[in-house]
Protein backbone atom coordinates (compact mmCIF):
# COMPACT_ATOMS: atom_id res chain seq x y z
CA UNK A 1 0.00 0.00 0.00
CA UNK A 2 1.49 3.37 -1.11
CA UNK A 3 2.37 5.99 2.02
CA UNK A 4 -0.35 8.83 0.58
CA UNK A 5 -2.62 8.19 -2.09
CA UNK A 6 -4.39 11.12 -3.27
CA UNK A 7 -7.69 11.37 -5.67
CA UNK A 8 -9.25 14.34 -7.49
CA UNK A 9 -8.58 16.76 -4.97
CA UNK A 10 -9.76 20.14 -5.81
CA UNK A 11 -10.29 23.37 -4.11
CA UNK A 12 -11.87 26.94 -5.50
CA UNK A 13 -11.10 30.44 -3.89
CA UNK A 14 -14.33 32.41 -4.99
CA UNK A 15 -14.41 32.09 -8.40
CA UNK A 16 -10.90 30.76 -9.10
CA UNK A 17 -10.60 27.08 -9.12
CA UNK A 18 -7.10 26.85 -7.35
CA UNK A 19 -6.36 23.11 -7.63
CA UNK A 20 -8.77 20.53 -9.84
CA UNK A 21 -8.31 16.88 -10.00
CA UNK A 22 -4.97 16.48 -8.88
CA UNK A 23 -4.40 12.93 -7.64
CA UNK A 24 -0.98 11.83 -6.08
CA UNK A 25 0.39 8.72 -4.53
CA UNK A 26 3.45 8.30 -2.62
CA UNK A 27 5.52 5.37 -1.45
CA UNK A 28 7.33 4.83 1.73
CA UNK A 29 10.83 6.73 1.60
CA UNK A 30 10.14 8.27 -1.57
CA UNK A 31 11.82 11.46 -2.46
CA UNK A 32 9.20 13.39 -4.74
CA UNK A 33 9.52 16.37 -6.59
CA UNK A 34 6.03 19.00 -6.74
CA UNK A 35 6.85 22.06 -9.24
CA UNK A 36 5.04 24.49 -11.44
CA UNK A 37 5.47 28.66 -12.08
CA UNK A 38 4.23 30.86 -9.53
CA UNK A 39 0.66 30.81 -8.48
CA UNK A 40 0.08 27.01 -10.28
CA UNK A 41 -1.14 26.13 -6.89
CA UNK A 42 1.52 24.06 -5.22
CA UNK A 43 1.15 25.79 -1.99
CA UNK A 44 -2.68 25.34 -2.07
CA UNK A 45 -2.01 21.82 -2.47
CA UNK A 46 0.41 21.97 0.80
CA UNK A 47 -2.33 23.16 2.74
CA UNK A 48 -4.81 20.63 2.06
CA UNK A 49 -2.48 17.92 2.20
CA UNK A 50 -1.86 19.37 6.40
CA UNK A 51 -5.04 21.02 6.98
CA UNK A 52 -4.63 24.30 6.85
CA UNK A 53 -7.18 24.01 4.06
CA UNK A 54 -10.31 22.04 3.46
CA UNK A 55 -10.38 20.51 0.23
CA UNK A 56 -14.10 21.33 -1.75
CA UNK A 57 -13.48 17.65 -2.94
CA UNK A 58 -11.05 14.99 -3.20
CA UNK A 59 -9.82 12.35 -0.72
CA UNK A 60 -6.61 12.34 1.01
CA UNK A 61 -5.34 8.92 3.01
CA UNK A 62 -2.19 8.39 4.53
CA UNK A 63 -1.24 5.31 5.36
CA UNK A 64 -4.41 3.88 5.13
CA UNK A 65 -6.05 6.25 7.06
CA UNK A 66 -8.97 9.20 5.49
CA UNK A 67 -7.22 12.44 6.91
CA UNK A 68 -9.84 14.75 4.55
CA UNK A 69 -10.82 18.29 6.06
CA UNK A 70 -8.75 16.97 9.20
CA UNK A 71 -7.75 19.64 11.21
CA UNK A 72 -3.89 20.56 11.01
CA UNK A 73 -2.91 19.17 14.78
CA UNK A 74 -4.82 16.14 14.05
CA UNK A 75 -2.87 15.37 10.84
CA UNK A 76 0.48 16.49 11.98
CA UNK A 77 -0.61 13.36 14.77
CA UNK A 78 -1.53 11.02 11.92
CA UNK A 79 2.29 11.40 10.54
CA UNK A 80 2.69 14.62 7.53
CA UNK A 81 5.23 17.24 8.93
CA UNK A 82 5.95 20.61 6.72
CA UNK A 83 7.99 23.63 6.46
CA UNK A 84 6.13 27.12 5.04
CA UNK A 85 7.20 28.84 2.28
CA UNK A 86 7.34 31.83 3.92
CA UNK A 87 9.44 30.69 7.42
CA UNK A 88 7.32 30.35 9.79
CA UNK A 89 9.44 30.01 12.97
CA UNK A 90 8.25 30.56 16.86
CA UNK A 91 10.47 33.56 16.61
CA UNK A 92 10.57 34.76 19.96
CA UNK A 93 11.71 31.32 21.60
CA UNK A 94 15.22 29.60 21.67
CA UNK A 95 16.21 27.45 18.86
CA UNK A 96 16.21 24.56 21.32
CA UNK A 97 12.64 24.99 22.21
CA UNK A 98 11.40 25.44 18.69
CA UNK A 99 12.44 21.94 18.13
CA UNK A 100 11.45 20.60 21.82
CA UNK A 101 7.86 22.09 20.32
CA UNK A 102 7.89 20.02 17.62
CA UNK A 103 8.54 17.29 20.13
CA UNK A 104 5.22 17.67 21.99
CA UNK A 105 3.39 15.12 21.44
CA UNK A 106 6.67 12.73 21.09
CA UNK A 107 7.54 13.18 24.88
CA UNK A 108 4.44 13.66 27.20
CA UNK A 109 4.05 14.66 30.78
CA UNK A 110 0.97 16.88 32.42
CA UNK A 111 0.56 20.75 32.89
CA UNK A 112 0.10 19.59 36.90
CA UNK A 113 3.65 17.05 36.71
CA UNK A 114 5.50 20.13 34.93
CA UNK A 115 4.18 23.04 37.58
CA UNK A 116 4.76 20.93 40.87
CA UNK A 117 7.97 19.76 38.83
CA UNK A 118 7.42 16.14 39.70
CA UNK A 119 9.89 13.18 38.95
CA UNK A 120 8.59 12.67 35.52
CA UNK A 121 9.03 16.44 34.77
CA UNK A 122 12.48 16.18 34.81
CA UNK A 123 12.57 12.56 33.53
CA UNK A 124 10.76 13.35 30.32
CA UNK A 125 12.52 17.24 29.91
CA UNK A 126 15.45 15.31 30.22
CA UNK A 127 15.18 12.44 27.29
CA UNK A 128 13.20 15.73 25.42
CA UNK A 129 16.40 17.94 25.52
CA UNK A 130 18.87 14.86 24.31
CA UNK A 131 16.25 14.77 21.39
CA UNK A 132 16.59 17.97 20.23
CA UNK A 133 19.91 18.51 20.61
CA UNK A 134 20.65 15.11 18.30
CA UNK A 135 18.38 16.79 15.69
CA UNK A 136 20.40 19.84 15.72
CA UNK A 137 22.92 18.83 15.45
CA UNK A 138 22.26 17.01 12.40
CA UNK A 139 21.49 20.33 10.91
CA UNK A 140 24.45 21.96 12.26
CA UNK A 141 22.41 23.80 14.90
CA UNK A 142 23.52 22.50 17.88
CA UNK A 143 25.98 25.35 18.51
CA UNK A 144 23.26 28.28 18.83
CA UNK A 145 20.17 26.29 20.36
CA UNK A 146 20.20 29.31 22.97
CA UNK A 147 19.87 31.62 20.18
CA UNK A 148 16.72 32.94 20.01
CA UNK A 149 15.21 31.77 16.65
CA UNK A 150 15.05 35.21 15.21
CA UNK A 151 18.87 35.47 15.59
CA UNK A 152 19.22 32.99 12.84
CA UNK A 153 20.80 33.75 9.29
CA UNK A 154 18.16 32.80 7.01
CA UNK A 155 19.73 29.78 6.04
CA UNK A 156 19.66 28.52 9.31
CA UNK A 157 16.11 29.34 9.95
CA UNK A 158 15.45 27.03 7.37
CA UNK A 159 17.14 24.26 8.75
CA UNK A 160 15.73 24.68 11.60
CA UNK A 161 12.31 24.49 10.18
CA UNK A 162 12.89 21.15 9.11
CA UNK A 163 14.75 20.07 12.40
CA UNK A 164 11.29 21.33 13.96
CA UNK A 165 9.21 19.54 11.43
CA UNK A 166 11.59 16.07 12.09
CA UNK A 167 10.55 16.24 15.73
CA UNK A 168 7.00 15.47 15.39
CA UNK A 169 8.17 11.89 14.01
CA UNK A 170 6.22 12.27 10.64
CA UNK A 171 5.82 9.90 8.05
CA UNK A 172 5.56 12.55 5.40
CA UNK A 173 7.57 15.27 5.14
CA UNK A 174 6.37 18.58 2.79
CA UNK A 175 9.26 20.94 2.51
CA UNK A 176 7.70 23.91 0.76
CA UNK A 177 10.50 25.92 -1.63
CA UNK A 178 13.53 24.79 0.71
CA UNK A 179 16.25 26.04 -1.34
CA UNK A 180 14.67 30.01 -1.66
CA UNK A 181 16.77 32.14 -0.84
CA UNK A 182 20.04 29.81 -1.20
CA UNK A 183 23.27 30.71 -2.56
CA UNK A 184 24.62 27.68 -4.72
CA UNK A 185 26.59 26.00 -2.05
CA UNK A 186 24.02 26.37 0.45
CA UNK A 187 21.58 24.40 -2.28
CA UNK A 188 24.01 21.85 -3.03
CA UNK A 189 24.33 21.18 1.20
CA UNK A 190 20.78 21.17 1.43
CA UNK A 191 20.49 18.76 -1.20
CA UNK A 192 22.55 16.20 0.54
CA UNK A 193 20.55 17.13 3.88
CA UNK A 194 17.45 16.29 2.73
CA UNK A 195 18.85 12.73 0.79
CA UNK A 196 20.63 12.10 4.49
CA UNK A 197 17.23 12.80 6.09
CA UNK A 198 15.08 10.37 4.13
CA UNK A 199 17.94 7.78 4.69
CA UNK A 200 17.94 8.16 8.36
CA UNK A 201 14.39 8.87 9.12
CA UNK A 202 13.45 6.45 6.49
CA UNK A 203 10.32 8.90 5.36
CA UNK A 204 8.97 10.19 2.38
CA UNK A 205 9.77 13.76 1.26
CA UNK A 206 7.71 16.06 -0.86
CA UNK A 207 9.37 18.99 -1.78
CA UNK A 208 8.06 22.22 -3.42
CA UNK A 209 11.05 24.06 -5.18
CA UNK A 210 11.48 26.73 -8.10
CA UNK A 211 14.84 25.86 -8.56
CA UNK A 212 14.92 22.46 -11.31
CA UNK A 213 18.07 21.43 -11.54
CA UNK A 214 17.74 21.20 -8.10
CA UNK A 215 14.72 19.16 -7.95
CA UNK A 216 15.82 17.15 -11.18
CA UNK A 217 18.86 16.25 -9.04
CA UNK A 218 17.34 15.07 -5.90
CA UNK A 219 13.92 13.85 -6.85
CA UNK A 220 13.01 10.28 -7.43
CA UNK A 221 9.41 11.32 -8.89
CA UNK A 222 8.13 14.67 -10.50
CA UNK A 223 4.64 16.12 -10.73
CA UNK A 224 4.15 19.58 -12.84
CA UNK A 225 1.22 21.21 -11.70
CA UNK A 226 -0.34 24.36 -13.55
CA UNK A 227 -3.28 26.55 -13.20
CA UNK A 228 -4.25 23.85 -10.45
CA UNK A 229 -4.42 20.69 -12.87
CA UNK A 230 -1.55 18.05 -13.34
CA UNK A 231 0.73 19.14 -16.54
CA UNK A 232 3.18 16.30 -16.46
CA UNK A 233 4.64 13.33 -14.29
CA UNK A 234 7.24 11.09 -14.47
CA UNK A 235 11.06 10.82 -13.79
CA UNK A 236 12.75 13.82 -13.94
CA UNK A 237 14.35 12.87 -17.58
CA UNK A 238 10.94 12.82 -18.73
CA UNK A 239 9.44 15.65 -17.11
CA UNK A 240 12.06 17.86 -18.45
CA UNK A 241 11.22 16.79 -22.02
CA UNK A 242 7.82 17.06 -21.56
CA UNK A 243 6.97 20.11 -24.72
CA UNK A 244 3.83 21.14 -21.75
CA UNK A 245 6.43 21.57 -18.97
CA UNK A 246 8.79 23.15 -21.23
CA UNK A 247 6.00 25.79 -22.74
CA UNK A 248 4.88 26.59 -18.90
CA UNK A 249 7.81 27.50 -17.72
CA UNK A 250 8.59 29.54 -20.43
CA UNK A 251 5.50 31.01 -21.10
CA UNK A 252 5.38 31.57 -17.00
CA UNK A 253 9.25 33.43 -17.12
CA UNK B 1 23.64 21.25 41.40
CA UNK B 2 25.65 24.51 41.55
CA UNK B 3 24.56 27.82 39.97
CA UNK B 4 26.62 27.31 36.29
CA UNK B 5 24.71 23.98 35.40
CA UNK B 6 21.54 26.12 36.20
CA UNK B 7 20.27 27.35 32.32
CA UNK B 8 19.40 31.34 31.50
CA UNK B 9 15.86 31.21 32.22
CA UNK B 10 16.88 29.10 35.89
CA UNK B 11 18.84 31.79 37.11
CA UNK B 12 16.68 34.32 35.54
CA UNK B 13 13.54 32.78 37.77
CA UNK B 14 16.27 32.62 40.95
CA UNK B 15 16.95 36.27 40.85
CA UNK B 16 13.16 36.85 40.80
CA UNK B 17 12.48 34.91 43.97
CA UNK B 18 15.12 36.46 45.45
CA UNK B 19 14.01 40.08 45.03
CA UNK B 20 11.18 38.79 46.21
CA UNK B 21 12.22 37.61 49.23
CA UNK B 22 14.45 40.24 49.99
CA UNK B 23 11.87 42.76 49.87
CA UNK B 24 9.46 40.70 52.20
CA UNK B 25 12.54 40.79 54.89
CA UNK B 26 13.50 44.21 54.59
CA UNK B 27 9.82 45.60 54.79
CA UNK B 28 9.26 43.04 58.08
CA UNK B 29 12.76 44.75 59.47
CA UNK B 30 11.25 47.81 58.60
CA UNK B 31 8.48 47.07 60.59
CA UNK B 32 9.82 45.58 63.23
CA UNK B 33 11.89 48.61 63.63
CA UNK B 34 9.04 50.74 63.31
CA UNK B 35 10.12 52.51 60.59
CA UNK B 36 7.38 51.89 57.85
CA UNK B 37 4.77 54.69 57.36
CA UNK B 38 1.30 53.95 58.17
CA UNK B 39 0.09 54.80 54.61
CA UNK B 40 2.80 52.31 53.65
CA UNK B 41 1.63 49.35 55.79
CA UNK B 42 -2.11 50.44 54.75
CA UNK B 43 -0.44 49.16 50.69
CA UNK B 44 0.97 45.80 51.81
CA UNK B 45 -1.64 43.22 51.31
CA UNK B 46 -2.63 45.45 48.27
CA UNK B 47 0.72 45.34 46.90
CA UNK B 48 0.60 41.39 47.19
CA UNK B 49 -2.50 41.64 45.21
CA UNK B 50 -1.60 43.77 42.28
CA UNK B 51 1.57 42.19 41.77
CA UNK B 52 -0.27 38.32 41.64
CA UNK B 53 -2.66 40.41 39.48
CA UNK B 54 0.10 41.79 36.75
CA UNK B 55 2.13 38.32 36.97
CA UNK B 56 -1.55 36.19 36.40
CA UNK B 57 -2.56 38.90 33.45
CA UNK B 58 0.86 38.91 31.80
CA UNK B 59 0.62 34.84 31.41
CA UNK B 60 -2.64 36.09 29.07
CA UNK B 61 -1.29 39.21 27.34
CA UNK B 62 2.57 38.58 27.16
CA UNK B 63 2.73 34.50 27.33
CA UNK B 64 -0.39 33.60 25.26
CA UNK B 65 -0.14 36.64 23.44
CA UNK B 66 -4.07 37.17 23.80
CA UNK B 67 -5.57 40.81 25.41
CA UNK B 68 -7.91 40.83 27.98
CA UNK B 69 -9.51 44.16 29.26
CA UNK B 70 -11.81 42.76 32.30
CA UNK B 71 -9.05 40.98 34.51
CA UNK B 72 -10.24 42.53 37.56
CA UNK B 73 -13.29 40.96 36.70
CA UNK B 74 -12.01 37.73 37.60
CA UNK B 75 -10.44 39.46 41.10
CA UNK B 76 -14.18 40.72 41.39
CA UNK B 77 -15.68 36.93 41.49
CA UNK B 78 -12.45 35.51 43.81
CA UNK B 79 -13.12 38.44 46.30
CA UNK B 80 -16.88 38.21 46.12
CA UNK B 81 -16.98 34.46 46.63
CA UNK B 82 -13.97 33.85 49.46
CA UNK B 83 -15.56 36.51 51.51
CA UNK B 84 -19.13 35.23 50.92
CA UNK B 85 -18.25 31.82 52.12
CA UNK B 86 -15.79 33.35 54.64
CA UNK B 87 -18.96 35.86 56.28
CA UNK B 88 -21.39 33.15 55.89
CA UNK B 89 -19.18 30.45 57.66
CA UNK B 90 -18.68 33.28 60.33
CA UNK B 91 -16.78 31.52 63.64
CA UNK B 92 -17.83 28.37 62.68
CA UNK B 93 -14.72 26.65 62.11
CA UNK B 94 -11.31 27.39 62.96
CA UNK B 95 -9.46 30.92 61.03
CA UNK B 96 -6.74 29.03 59.26
CA UNK B 97 -8.95 26.87 57.97
CA UNK B 98 -11.70 29.60 56.61
CA UNK B 99 -9.02 31.42 55.17
CA UNK B 100 -7.90 28.03 53.00
CA UNK B 101 -10.90 27.23 51.80
CA UNK B 102 -12.12 30.81 51.33
CA UNK B 103 -9.26 31.70 48.99
CA UNK B 104 -9.25 28.33 47.66
CA UNK B 105 -13.07 29.12 46.51
CA UNK B 106 -12.24 32.62 45.21
CA UNK B 107 -9.71 30.53 42.53
CA UNK B 108 -12.03 28.08 41.66
CA UNK B 109 -14.64 30.63 41.01
CA UNK B 110 -12.52 33.18 39.13
CA UNK B 111 -11.16 29.97 37.25
CA UNK B 112 -14.65 28.46 36.29
CA UNK B 113 -15.48 31.86 34.82
CA UNK B 114 -12.26 32.03 32.83
CA UNK B 115 -13.50 28.65 31.78
CA UNK B 116 -17.19 29.65 30.93
CA UNK B 117 -15.67 32.79 29.02
CA UNK B 118 -12.37 30.70 27.31
CA UNK B 119 -14.20 27.95 25.44
CA UNK B 120 -16.25 29.62 23.39
CA UNK B 121 -14.01 32.67 22.78
CA UNK B 122 -10.78 31.15 22.33
CA UNK B 123 -12.06 29.51 19.70
CA UNK B 124 -12.07 32.31 17.61
CA UNK B 125 -8.90 34.29 16.12
CA UNK B 126 -8.54 37.99 16.09
CA UNK B 127 -9.60 40.32 19.21
CA UNK B 128 -12.29 39.31 20.37
CA UNK B 129 -11.27 38.13 23.93
CA UNK B 130 -10.53 41.62 24.69
CA UNK B 131 -13.94 42.56 23.98
CA UNK B 132 -16.02 39.91 25.73
CA UNK B 133 -13.43 40.35 28.69
CA UNK B 134 -14.40 43.61 29.00
CA UNK B 135 -17.88 42.96 28.80
CA UNK B 136 -17.35 40.77 31.50
CA UNK B 137 -15.82 42.93 33.43
CA UNK B 138 -18.78 44.99 33.02
CA UNK B 139 -21.45 42.80 33.42
CA UNK B 140 -19.91 41.23 36.82
CA UNK B 141 -19.40 44.54 38.47
CA UNK B 142 -22.92 45.85 37.74
CA UNK B 143 -24.61 42.12 38.99
CA UNK B 144 -23.11 42.17 42.07
CA UNK B 145 -24.11 45.53 42.35
CA UNK B 146 -27.49 44.51 42.12
CA UNK B 147 -27.08 41.34 44.26
CA UNK B 148 -29.30 40.87 47.72
CA UNK B 149 -28.02 37.87 49.59
CA UNK B 150 -29.07 36.69 52.66
CA UNK B 151 -29.13 34.06 55.37
CA UNK B 152 -31.74 32.88 57.64
CA UNK B 153 -32.62 29.80 59.97
CA UNK B 154 -34.42 28.20 56.68
CA UNK B 155 -31.31 29.05 54.51
CA UNK B 156 -30.21 31.64 51.60
CA UNK B 157 -32.61 34.17 50.46
CA UNK B 158 -31.61 35.71 47.01
CA UNK B 159 -33.00 38.89 45.28
CA UNK B 160 -32.10 41.48 42.80
CA UNK B 161 -34.38 44.35 43.85
CA UNK B 162 -33.15 45.19 47.82
CA UNK B 163 -33.03 44.04 51.45
CA UNK B 164 -36.43 43.55 52.24
CA UNK B 165 -37.21 41.31 49.58
CA UNK B 166 -35.27 38.75 50.61
CA UNK B 167 -38.28 38.39 53.33
CA UNK B 168 -36.01 36.68 55.95
CA UNK B 169 -37.32 35.81 59.39
CA UNK B 170 -35.88 37.46 62.55
CA UNK B 171 -32.46 35.59 62.47
CA UNK B 172 -31.65 36.52 59.38
CA UNK B 173 -28.97 38.45 58.22
CA UNK B 174 -27.92 39.90 54.84
CA UNK B 175 -24.34 38.70 53.50
CA UNK B 176 -24.84 40.78 50.32
CA UNK B 177 -26.22 44.26 50.46
CA UNK B 178 -26.21 45.49 46.73
CA UNK B 179 -24.15 48.04 45.98
CA UNK B 180 -22.71 48.56 49.86
CA UNK B 181 -21.09 44.90 49.13
CA UNK B 182 -20.28 42.77 51.65
CA UNK B 183 -19.95 43.91 55.20
CA UNK B 184 -17.87 42.62 58.24
CA UNK B 185 -15.29 40.64 56.50
CA UNK B 186 -13.27 38.85 58.77
CA UNK B 187 -10.04 41.02 57.75
CA UNK B 188 -7.20 37.57 58.49
CA UNK B 189 -5.41 38.25 55.20
CA UNK B 190 -1.89 39.90 56.22
CA UNK B 191 1.75 40.92 54.72
CA UNK B 192 2.90 37.20 55.51
CA UNK B 193 -0.26 35.63 53.55
CA UNK B 194 0.08 37.99 50.90
CA UNK B 195 3.81 37.41 50.18
CA UNK B 196 3.43 33.70 50.21
CA UNK B 197 0.30 34.02 47.65
CA UNK B 198 2.81 35.98 45.64
CA UNK B 199 5.52 33.34 45.99
CA UNK B 200 3.01 30.55 45.19
CA UNK B 201 2.09 32.61 42.52
CA UNK B 202 5.74 32.76 41.09
CA UNK B 203 6.06 29.50 40.87
CA UNK B 204 2.93 28.76 39.15
CA UNK B 205 3.29 31.06 36.42
CA UNK B 206 7.64 30.43 36.19
CA UNK B 207 7.02 26.66 36.00
CA UNK B 208 4.44 26.41 33.74
CA UNK B 209 6.27 29.11 31.42
CA UNK B 210 8.80 26.36 31.43
CA UNK B 211 7.43 23.16 30.91
CA UNK B 212 5.89 21.33 28.05
CA UNK B 213 2.98 23.17 28.39
CA UNK B 214 4.26 26.75 28.45
CA UNK B 215 6.05 25.98 25.14
CA UNK B 216 2.91 24.74 23.91
CA UNK B 217 1.27 28.43 25.32
CA UNK B 218 4.50 30.92 23.67
CA UNK B 219 4.51 28.64 20.08
CA UNK B 220 0.60 29.83 20.13
CA UNK B 221 1.65 33.12 20.88
CA UNK B 222 4.97 33.37 18.41
CA UNK B 223 2.97 31.37 15.25
CA UNK B 224 -0.35 29.58 15.46
CA UNK B 225 -0.34 28.29 12.21
CA UNK B 226 3.29 26.63 12.77
CA UNK B 227 2.07 25.33 16.34
CA UNK B 228 -0.67 24.01 14.55
CA UNK B 229 1.21 22.02 12.12
CA UNK B 230 3.81 20.42 14.57
CA UNK B 231 0.49 19.32 16.53
CA UNK B 232 -0.23 21.90 18.96
CA UNK B 233 -4.26 21.62 20.34
CA UNK B 234 -4.59 25.59 20.28
CA UNK B 235 -7.77 25.76 21.43
CA UNK B 236 -6.83 23.22 24.95
CA UNK B 237 -3.69 25.06 25.55
CA UNK B 238 -5.04 28.85 25.02
CA UNK B 239 -7.65 27.70 27.94
CA UNK B 240 -5.31 26.41 30.46
CA UNK B 241 -3.42 29.58 30.17
CA UNK B 242 -6.43 31.79 30.37
CA UNK B 243 -7.82 29.81 33.14
CA UNK B 244 -4.74 29.64 34.98
CA UNK B 245 -4.38 33.32 34.82
CA UNK B 246 -8.11 33.60 35.74
CA UNK B 247 -8.09 31.85 38.85
CA UNK B 248 -5.26 33.59 40.04
CA UNK B 249 -6.74 36.62 39.68
CA UNK B 250 -9.58 34.75 41.87
CA UNK B 251 -6.96 34.20 44.07
CA UNK B 252 -5.54 38.20 44.50
CA UNK B 253 -9.63 39.08 44.55
CA UNK B 254 -9.72 36.72 47.71
CA UNK B 255 -6.39 37.99 49.51
CA UNK B 256 -7.33 41.81 48.38
CA UNK B 257 -11.12 41.39 50.01
CA UNK B 258 -9.93 39.91 53.34
CA UNK B 259 -7.60 42.72 54.09
CA UNK B 260 -10.99 45.16 53.49
CA UNK B 261 -14.13 45.24 55.78
CA UNK B 262 -16.22 45.72 53.50
CA UNK B 263 -16.19 44.26 49.92
CA UNK B 264 -17.47 46.51 47.03
CA UNK B 265 -17.96 45.88 43.44
CA UNK B 266 -17.15 49.22 42.04
CA UNK B 267 -13.60 48.58 43.02
CA UNK B 268 -13.00 45.93 40.26
CA UNK B 269 -13.81 48.35 37.50
CA UNK B 270 -12.46 48.74 34.56
CA UNK B 271 -10.16 51.55 35.30
CA UNK B 272 -8.85 48.88 37.50
CA UNK B 273 -8.68 46.22 35.03
CA UNK B 274 -6.18 49.03 32.50
CA UNK B 275 -4.46 49.49 35.54
CA UNK B 276 -3.73 46.01 35.65
CA UNK B 277 -2.57 46.31 32.13
CA UNK B 278 -0.54 49.01 32.57
CA UNK B 279 1.75 47.65 35.47
CA UNK B 280 2.15 44.47 32.12
CA UNK B 281 2.89 46.86 29.54
CA UNK B 282 5.44 49.04 31.61
CA UNK B 283 6.87 45.77 33.22
CA UNK B 284 7.47 44.49 29.83
CA UNK B 285 5.38 41.78 27.53
CA UNK B 286 6.09 38.08 28.82
CA UNK B 287 8.42 39.76 31.73
CA UNK B 288 7.40 38.10 34.94
CA UNK B 289 9.88 39.81 36.79
CA UNK B 290 9.06 43.51 34.84
CA UNK B 291 4.91 42.77 36.22
CA UNK B 292 6.02 42.47 40.15
CA UNK B 293 8.17 45.23 39.78
CA UNK B 294 5.83 47.50 37.99
CA UNK B 295 3.26 46.55 40.14
CA UNK B 296 4.90 47.29 43.26
CA UNK B 297 6.40 50.32 42.54
CA UNK B 298 2.98 51.79 40.29
CA UNK B 299 0.90 50.98 43.67
CA UNK B 300 4.04 51.97 45.96
CA UNK B 301 4.04 55.23 44.54
CA UNK B 302 0.47 56.67 44.64
CA UNK B 303 2.37 60.42 44.33
CA UNK B 304 3.01 59.17 40.98
CA UNK B 305 -0.07 57.62 40.14
CA UNK B 306 -1.79 60.98 41.57
CA UNK B 307 -0.13 63.28 40.01
CA UNK B 308 -0.93 61.95 36.70
CA UNK B 309 -4.71 61.32 37.64
CA UNK B 310 -5.61 64.28 35.37
CA UNK B 311 -3.81 62.76 32.35
CA UNK B 312 -4.76 58.94 33.35
CA UNK B 313 -7.92 58.55 30.70
CA UNK B 314 -5.10 60.07 27.98
CA UNK B 315 -2.55 57.25 29.18
CA UNK B 316 -5.25 54.46 28.74
CA UNK B 317 -6.06 55.58 25.53
CA UNK B 318 -2.61 55.55 24.45
CA UNK B 319 -1.21 52.54 25.87
CA UNK B 320 -4.39 50.66 24.60
CA UNK B 321 -3.77 51.77 20.92
CA UNK B 322 -0.07 50.92 21.63
CA UNK B 323 -1.27 47.39 22.79
CA UNK B 324 -3.24 46.64 19.36
CA UNK B 325 -0.43 47.48 17.37
CA UNK B 326 2.14 45.86 19.64
CA UNK B 327 -0.15 42.34 18.45
CA UNK B 328 -0.26 43.61 14.86
CA UNK B 329 3.05 45.22 13.37
CA UNK B 330 6.43 43.24 14.05
CA UNK B 331 7.61 47.07 13.29
CA UNK B 332 6.13 48.28 16.46
CA UNK B 333 7.28 45.18 18.59
CA UNK B 334 10.94 45.65 16.93
CA UNK B 335 11.10 49.17 17.53
CA UNK B 336 9.71 49.18 21.57
CA UNK B 337 12.03 46.12 21.76
CA UNK B 338 14.98 48.12 20.84
CA UNK B 339 14.71 51.10 22.99
CA UNK B 340 14.13 48.36 26.28
CA UNK B 341 17.54 46.76 25.22
CA UNK B 342 18.81 50.34 25.84
CA UNK B 343 16.86 50.89 29.09
CA UNK B 344 18.44 47.89 30.43
CA UNK B 345 21.45 47.54 32.55
CA UNK B 346 24.38 48.44 30.47
CA UNK B 347 26.29 45.29 31.36
CA UNK B 348 23.16 43.08 30.52
CA UNK B 349 23.18 45.36 26.95
CA UNK B 350 26.85 44.58 25.93
CA UNK B 351 26.51 40.73 26.48
CA UNK B 352 23.69 40.83 24.47
CA UNK B 353 25.44 42.37 21.80
CA UNK B 354 28.44 40.51 22.37
CA UNK B 355 25.93 37.49 21.89
CA UNK B 356 24.52 38.93 18.57
CA UNK B 357 27.82 39.50 17.27
CA UNK B 358 29.40 36.04 17.78
CA UNK B 359 26.03 34.84 16.06
CA UNK B 360 26.55 36.10 13.42
CA UNK B 361 30.12 34.97 12.61
CA UNK B 362 28.49 31.43 12.77
CA UNK B 363 26.01 32.31 10.45
N1 LIG C 1 -6.48 31.76 0.84
C1 LIG C 1 -6.58 32.08 -0.46
N2 LIG C 1 -7.57 32.88 -0.89
C2 LIG C 1 -7.69 33.21 -2.19
N3 LIG C 1 -6.86 32.78 -3.13
C3 LIG C 1 -5.84 31.98 -2.78
C4 LIG C 1 -5.64 31.59 -1.43
N4 LIG C 1 -4.55 30.77 -1.36
C5 LIG C 1 -4.10 30.68 -2.62
N5 LIG C 1 -4.86 31.38 -3.48
C6 LIG C 1 -4.69 31.49 -4.92
O1 LIG C 1 -4.50 30.19 -5.42
C7 LIG C 1 -3.54 30.23 -6.46
C8 LIG C 1 -2.43 29.27 -6.16
O2 LIG C 1 -1.62 29.79 -5.15
P1 LIG C 1 -0.40 29.00 -4.52
O3 LIG C 1 -0.85 27.64 -4.16
O4 LIG C 1 0.14 29.82 -3.41
O5 LIG C 1 0.62 28.96 -5.71
P2 LIG C 1 2.11 28.40 -5.76
O6 LIG C 1 2.08 27.30 -6.78
O7 LIG C 1 2.98 29.53 -6.22
O8 LIG C 1 2.49 27.92 -4.41
C9 LIG C 1 -3.07 31.66 -6.62
O9 LIG C 1 -3.80 32.25 -7.66
C10 LIG C 1 -3.44 32.26 -5.28
O10 LIG C 1 -3.70 33.62 -5.42
MG1 LIG D 1 3.90 28.60 -3.13
Keep these: ?253 | MNLKNLGRTARRNLVTYSMVIAAYIIIQVLAAMDLLSNSLSGQLIPICAYVIMAVSLNLTVGVLGELSLGHAGFMSVGAFSSAFFSVAVGDALPTPVTLVLAFAIGMIAAGVFGVLIGIPVLRLQGDYLAIVTLAFGEIIKNLLNAFYIGVDSTGFHVSMKDATALKMDETGRIIIKGAQGITGVNRMSTFTIGFVLVVLTLIIVLNLIKSRTGRAIMSIRDNRIAAESVGINVTKYKLIAFTVSAALAGLAGSLYAHSLATVVAKKFDYNTSILILVFVVVGGMGNIRGSVIAAAVLTVLPELLRSFADYRMLVYAIVLILMMLFKQSPQIKNFCRGIGERLRLGSLFHRRKAENSSSGKEG
Design chain 1, 1 to 253: MALLEVSNLGIAFGGLQAVDKFDLTIEKGQLFGLIGPNGAGKTTIFNMLTGVYKPNEGDIILDGQNITGMQPQKISKAGIARTFQNIRLFNDMSVLDNVRVGLHNQVHYSTVAGVLRLPSFYEKENIMRGKAMALLKIFGLDGVAKQKASNLPYGMQRKLEIARALATNPKLLLLDEPAAGMNPNETAELAETVRFVRDKFGIAILLIEHDMSFVMELCEKIVVVDYGRIIAFGTAQEVRNNPKVIAAYLGGE
